[in-house]
């Protein structure tokens, strides 16, 4: 079990950046995902990286997104770039509870040890 912890959510005008960060407990043995929730709309996953540093990503944030890992900070990253208004959420990350494999991003309940979140708003 690892314990995560987001952080560097804040507001933007559209088309701005945020990195957010998702720290560990401990060394990160498995997948990483980041995830997230807009009021009154399912969570869904945003990226994902493996141990392997393989990635995935949602279709609307491919291009714009960029997850990554500090194995040295124990920590991942996702870079957000070109940010619209229909990126605002509060944003998770988890773990992964297949190992270093990542599970498909739609399947939530493959996913653990989620953060307590962090806000991502962003203006028109």
């Known amino acids: 079990q690892v314990q995560l912890v987001e952080s560097g959510g804040g507001s933007v005008q559209a088309g701005g950046s945020l990195r957010l960060s998702c720290a560990a407990s401990g060394y990160i043995y498995s997948c990483i995902g980041w995830f997230r929730q807009a009021p009154g709309k399912e969570r869904e996953g945003v990226a994902a990286?493996?141990?392997?540093?393989?990635?995935t990503y949602l279709a609307p944030v491919k291009g714009r997104f960029t997850i990554s890992k500090d194995n040295a900070k124990n920590t991942v990253y996702l870079q957000m770039n070109s940010l619209k208004p229909e990126d605002t959420a509060m944003y998770y990350c988890?773990?992964?509870?297949?190992?270093?494999?990542?599970?498909?991003?739609?399947?939530?309940?493959?996913?653990?040890?989620w953060g307590q979140g962090a806000q991502v708003t962003v203006s028109s």
């Open positions: 990286i493996g141990t392997d540093g393989s990635t």
């Open positions: 988890a773990a992964g509870t297949r190992g270093g494999y990542c599970p498909s991003l739609r399947q939530l309940g493959d996913f653990g040890d």
